[in-house]
């Protein structure tokens, strides 16, 4: 069972969920969404696309890094929480129990990626002091 806490402060970094939603009679749409949280389980997606409760939606992830990019092949879930923000929406997509063990490895590659990414900004951040110029801090570097 997925658990979303709807973290709205951050998207996590150059990550994001790609899924084609059916405009009209002939045309679909591939629709970027912004990947707020992600576990083994299922993710928080922020969208302006409206879903019901419970719908079956198919999506991929992708992490697209300068030196490393990661993605998964089509993963099926369903809408497991809504919450309105604004004019946007945060789904909680829980995915479904069936996916082979290649989508499970993308995925935990995907995380292990995205940790060492925010831990080398973390350390990047405590290693700048908040009074030093920038000119000196390129200096220092």
Known sequence: MFSADFNTKQPLPDLFASFNMKRGLLRREQILAAVY??????C????DEAFVFGDEIRLSLSLNMPLESASTPLLTGRIAGV?????????????KGDMDDSATADIARIRALLERKVALKGRRKSRRSPGTPPALRAARA
């Not at 949280?37 to 299922?42: K, M, N, R, V």
């Open 83 to 95: 919450r309105k923000y604004c004019s946007n929406f945060f789904y909680a997509v829980e995915f």
């Open 44 to 47: 928080v997606i922020k969208t």
């Open 37 to 42: 949280q992600l576990d083994d389980c299922g």
